[in-house]
């Protein structure tokens, strides 16, 4: 683990002009402000619902602190211990065999196929298929939309699409005075359901 956060500050540590910086104080700041954010340990285990939970948890605080994809797996790597920490591994000496690059998207993926199983990300796509606003505010409907969204990305592959999704989810009284207004972008669409719903 040293030894990867060493290579890590050796190809991030540079200034641009001829001025260098200590790499180590960059990195460790770097880890400091990440540990403010007080991020969960991942075990491992047969719950989804931890995994899931623990992922969007690192996926917040990737989110806050704008890190380079490369050290969002090395932090949240971290933070792994037990069967995780074994899994993490075992993936990694695959990744150092097929030079498969450090990034997000290469850890998520492996992340979902071992602690989200098929099965789990079905029920999740099905609950976003059948998600309804229901009793829910607009707010607490658009956390669920965006929270389930990432299980069914066809659904929402464009930005058009992803809005007619949600307004198809809202109550009839909401969809029906956002039918005619002129909405662009996702967070019109939001702004615009909650306005009506505060009205």
Not at 126 to 146: N, P
């Amino acid at each position: 683990m040293i030894d990867l956060l060493a290579r890590l500050v050796d190809q991030q540590g540079q200034v641009p002009g001829n001025q260098q910086r200590d790499p180590e104080v960059g990195e460790d700041k770097a880890l400091e402000r990440f540990q403010k954010f007080a991020p969960p340990k991942f075990l491992g285990g047969p719950e989804p619902e931890v995994a899931e939970n623990w992922f969007e948890r690192m996926e917040d605080i990737f989110a806050a602190l704008h890190y380079t994809e490369e050290r969002q797996v090395t932090f949240a790597v971290f933070q792994l211990e037990g069967a995780a920490l074994s899994w993490w591994n075992v993936v990694r000496a695959k990744w150092e065999r097929e030079q498969t690059p450090r990034t997000w998207l290469n850890f998520t993926r492996e992340f979902n196929e071992k602690f989200l199983p098929p099965l789990i990300q079905e029920k999740r796509e099905d609950e976003f298929i059948k998600l309804r606003q229901g009793t829910s505010s607009v707010a607490e409907y658009e956390t669920q939309f965006t929270r389930l969204s990432k299980f069914a990305p066809e659904l929402v592959v464009s930005e058009q699409k992803r809005i007619r999704r949600f307004k198809q989810g809202l109550n009839v009284e909401i969809q029906k005075d956002l039918a005619a207004a002129q909405i662009d972008t996702f967070k019109d669409a939001l702004e615009k359901a909650q306005r009506v719903e505060q009205a």
